[in-house]
C-alpha cells in the first residue's frame, strides 16, 4: 500500500479530510485513528454527498479513543496494535462489508429545517442522554480526561437537574402509526451494544443491528424509582433483553420517523454534542459505507 498519514489540526479537520479522500480518484481506503468523534467526522465527509459504497473509498478503524464503539461494534479488538494487525489481516484476505448508518436532518415546517444533515454511525440521543454528553464536554473543554466515571458523575447531576424527569416533552412520530408522546428520554440505536461501561456491553436495544433500520428506545418517567430500575436494568441488560417495563417503548427497524420536542432540547450522535434542537428527523440508510472487517 502507498500510505499517506496526516495528523488532524482543529475540530471538523477529519471531515475535510474525509470529503477530499470522497473527490479523489487516487483514494481506495480512508484509515481513520481516533475515537467514536473522529470516526463520525471521517464518515460525513465520506458521505458529504451522499451513500455511494461502490465507487466511494472503504473505511478502516483503528479504535483511539476511551469508548471505541463503532469499532468494537465491528468485531475490532479495542487495543490499537491488535486492531491493526486484524485490519491488515482483513485486507489481505478482502474481508469487508456494507453497513447501514443514521442520518439526521432538520424538520419541515420547523425552525430546525434549516439545521445541515448529519450522519452518525452507532446511536444518537435527544433529551437526557445528551444532556449528559454536552456536561463531560464542558469538563474535557477544561483539560479533564474523558472517563467512565466522569460520564456517571455528569449523569447523576443531570438527573438531578432534569426540569422534565415525571413529564417528559418529546413525541416521536412515524408514518402510519400512532405517535409516542411524553417521552423524557430517546436513544436512538444503530447497532448493539449501545455503548460499553470497560469491557461490559450496554444494551439499550439489543435487536440494532448495522443491516437494519434504526431502533429507539425511549422513557417516559425519570424519577428515583424509574431510575433505579431501567438503571439496573441497563447494567444487567443481554444481547437478549434490554430496558423493558410500563414506562418503556422499544421501537425496532424504523427507517424513518422525527423528534419534537415542546422546548428546545440537547441533541447528540457518535457521543459529539451538537446543541439544541425542538425537531429531527431521523433515516435509517441500509448500505451505506463500506468497511474493512
Known amino acids: ?19 477530499q479522500a470522497a473527490q479523489s480518484e487516487d483514494v481506495d ?11 463520525n467526522e471521517v464518515v460525513n465527509g465520506l458521505l458529504h ?14 479504535p483511539g479513543g476511551s469508548t471505541n464503539v463503532f469499532a468494537r461494534a465491528l468485531g475490532l479488538p479495542n487495543d490499537p496494535v491488535e486492531a491493526t494487525g486484524a485490519l491488515l489481516d482483513a485486507l489481505r484476505e478482502g474481508r469487508e462489508r456494507t453497513v447501514g448508518l443514521g442520518l439526521t436532518s432538520g424538520t419541515p415546517g420547523t425552525e430546525d429545517e434549516a439545521v445541515p444533515s448529519r450522519w452518525f454511525t452507532f446511536n444518537a440521543g435527544l433529551g437526557f442522554d445528551a444532556g449528559v454528553v454536552g456536561r463531560v464536554e464542558q469538563h474535557r473543554e477544561r483539560g479533564r ?23 417528559g416533552s418529546i413525541t ?7 405517535p409516542v408522546t411524553d417521552l423524557v428520554l430517546s436513544i436512538i440505536c444503530n447497532t448493539a451494544p449501545w455503548t460499553y461501561l470497560g ?32 438503571g439496573t436494568q441497563l ?4 444481547p437478549q433483553r434490554g430496558p423493558h417495563g410500563r414506562h418503556a417503548v422499544s421501537l425496532h427497524d424504523l427507517t424513518q420517523f422525527t423528534l419534537h420536542s415542546k422546548v428546545p432540547l440537547p441533541l ?12 429531527v428527523t431521523f433515516t435509517g440508510v441500509r448500505r451505506a459505507l463500506r468497511v474493512i472487517v
Open 1 to 19: 500500500m502507498k500510505l499517506e498519514a496526516v495528523t488532524t489540526e482543529y475540530r471538523g479537520h477529519a471531515r475535510d479530510l474525509g470529503r
Open 29 to 39: 481506503l480512508v484509515v481513520a485513528l481516533g475515537g467514536d468523534g473522529t470516526i
Open 49 to 62: 454527498a451522499g451513500p455511494d459504497p461502490e465507487h466511494l473509498p472503504g473505511l478502516a478503524v483503528v
Open 145 to 167: 480526561k474523558s472517563t467512565h466515571a466522569l460520564y456517571l458523575r455528569q449523569a447523576m447531576r443531570q438527573l438531578l437537574g432534569e426540569p422534565h424527569r415525571r413529564h
Open 172 to 178: 416521536l412520530e412515524r408514518p402510519d402509526a400512532d
Open 199 to 230: 469491557n461490559r456491553p450496554v444494551y439499550a436495544s439489543p435487536k440494532a443491528s448495522f443491516d437494519t433500520g434504526l431502533d429507539v428506545l425511549g422513557l417516559s418517567r425519570l424519577s428515583t424509582a424509574a431510575v433505579a430500575r431501567y
Open 235 to 238: 447494567l444487567t441488560s443481554s
Open 268 to 279: 447528540q450522535m457518535d457521543g459529539d454534542h451538537l446543541g439544541l434542537r425542538t425537531s
